[in-house]
């Protein structure tokens, strides 16, 4: 029988250390807080900061939260950002992602410090994670390693597939399992006989953004399966990129989709901030 790995659970006990850390911190008179910028109002983008407001309120990390208009400019932006940069009182500054077509996404990431970058986005925190050197990591793929290691699963000398090169997942989650000593393999949409690749996989992880994509003939007998995607099938039902049904009876482990990877991206999000506060 496969282990379902439970992100929730794992993510509440992330949230529950990290409300102890802040509570200690507290007394210390250091108070932690995250900037929160969402321009424009994409209904998706609204449910992600509130719920990142929420984890905030429950760990008791402050959060400011900017709800600027979706006429607002890019130089406006960046004078906010940098506003940010320079308060004394901010560990974390994160623009919700995806930003109106008249701002460059690029421009804005770069434009945050990397010191305050807890998204990990920056290009110097991407630029730390492969070259070994301490720097905030992208909470995606960092939640996954988190999932791994409290469940643990040994990573070290294993065969590890990532489908999908994405700066925001598929690359720096290859970066992690390399840091952590697996045999790394990335694919992607140019990749030959992805079926036969991914199925020499002892941990798979799956981050490709298609529906139910990956079935048994990707999955290697007893692999673990990490399935990154979130999407809405024909039924309204939350789903992954991994068939669940057709891939359980064949894998050690897997990760559900909602209540696997999902919960962690916001838990070790929280993590950054609270890594920021300590650091100062
Ligand atoms: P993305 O930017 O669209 O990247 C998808 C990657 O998959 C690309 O590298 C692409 O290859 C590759 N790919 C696409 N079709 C393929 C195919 N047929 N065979 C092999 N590779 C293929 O997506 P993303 O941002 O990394 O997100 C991936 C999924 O994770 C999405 O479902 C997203 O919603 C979900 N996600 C979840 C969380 C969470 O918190 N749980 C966070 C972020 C993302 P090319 O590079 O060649 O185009």
Excluded: W
């Excluded at 983008?45 to 890019?74: D, F, H």
């Excluded at 720097?135 to 590890?160: D, H, M, Q």
């Amino acid at each position: 029988m496969a282990t379902i790995i439970d992100g929730k659970e794992i993510s509440k006990q992330i949230k529950d250390e990290l409300r102890e850390k802040v509570s200690n911190l507290k007394q210390k008179g250091i108070e932690v807080t995250l900037c929160v910028i969402q321009v424009g109002d994409d209904p998706a983008s609204t449910i992600y900061v509130r719920n990142k407001q929420k984890a905030c309120e429950y760990i008791g990390i402050k959060s400011q939260s900017y709800k600027l208009p979706e006429s607002t400019t890019e130089a406006e932006l960046l004078e906010i950002v940098e506003e940010l940069n320079q308060s004394e009182n901010v560990n974390g500054i994160l623009v919700q992602m995806p930003l109106p077509k008249h701002i460059n996404e690029d421009k804005i990431i770069e434009a945050i410090s990397p010191d305050k970058d807890v998204d990990g986005f920056h290009p110097q925190s991407v630029g730390r994670l492969s070259i070994g050197q301490r720097g905030f990591i992208s909470c995606t793929p960092a939640g996954v390693i988190e999932l791994l290691k409290r469940y643990n699963i040994p990573i070290e000398g294993k065969e590890c597939v990532v489908i999908g090169r994405s700066n925001i997942v598929g690359k720096p989650m290859a970066m992690l399992m390399l840091r952590e000593n697996a045999t790394v393999t990335v694919c992607h949409s140019r990749t030959k006989d992805l079926a036969k690749i991914s199925s020499r996989a002892d941990i798979l992880i799956v981050a490709i953004g298609k529906a139910e994509f990956v079935t048994r003939e990707f999955v290697k007998e007893g692999a673990v399966v990490i399935d990154v995607g979130i999407h809405r099938n024909e039924n309204n039902k939350l789903c992954g990129d991994v068939d669940f049904d057709n891939v359980v009876d064949k894998v050690s482990a897997i990760t559900p989709v909602p209540g696997g990877v999902g919960p962690m991206t916001i838990a070790m999000l929280m993590y950054n901030c609270v890594e920021s506060a300590m650091s100062k």
